[in-house]
């Protein structure tokens, strides 16, 4: 989390209040717009909860105090011009009041990639004998090679054939077995994407 304190931001700009945009930490969705308080700022970083100053109620609002959909804190940034907040969250449940995923109405479909990274290397970290993960993991790198290795060739067959389903089926273990095999090295999907921005380039 990025170390910054209230006192840090420019609340005169908003007479008191600067705005928030919510982002899901893994998705990458904008989940709504909400407006801070130095109180509602403090409490956010204090309690690792999303917490609102509600111009309505005139009052702090700890997002899901009533519904239990709570936004849980993962990082809260400020901009360069130090009057705008980025709060990336894991939401527990919808955000929406109205009960959709988003307050403008849109589901909270990201890339599901980052979301299966960080679920391989907890397994990586924090191994579980019941886990096929965590097996593989504890099998050592020549292993996790091996199994990236047989899937590739699996789709290459697949491949050749107009199985849809089978074919995509095949992809899947490719890229999941991948992955693995990537934090396994200790490396990231980002790192990956990095080199194929720069080569787009």
């Not at 420019?10 to 928030?20: A, H, I, N, S, Y």
């Not at 009057?83 to 403008?104: E, M, N, S, W």
Request: hydrophobic share 35%.
């Amino acid at each position: 989390m990025r170390e910054f304190s209230s006192s840090d931001i420019d609340f005169q700009k908003g007479e008191g209040l600067v705005p928030v945009i919510v982002q899901d930490a893994n998705t990458q969705v904008v989940l709504m717009l909400g407006y801070m308080d130095e109180a509602a700022v403090d409490k956010t970083l204090i309690e690792k909860r999303v917490t609102f100053f509600s111009r309505s109620k005139n009052r702090l609002w700890t997002k899901g105090e009533s519904s239990g959909n709570f936004l849980e804190l993962v990082d809260l940034q400020l901009d360069c011009d130090q009057d705008t907040l980025l709060a990336l969250v894991v939401p527990k449940g919808p955000t929406c009041h109205k009960g959709t995923d988003t307050c403008f109405g849109t589901e909270n479909k990201g890339s599901f990639i980052p979301y299966l990274e960080k679920v391989i290397q907890n397994r990586r970290d924090n191994p579980n004998d019941e886990s096929y993960t965590s097996s593989l993991f504890k099998k050592g790198i020549n292993k996790v090679a091996q199994k990236v290795g047989e899937e590739a060739v699996e789709l290459v067959i697949e491949a050749k054939d107009d199985d849809k389903n089978l074919f995509l089926n095949e992809a899947a273990d490719l890229m999941y077995h991948y992955l693995v095999l990537l934090a396994a090295k200790g490396y990231t999907w980002e790192e990956v994407m990095a080199i194929l921005r720069e080569r787009h380039k």
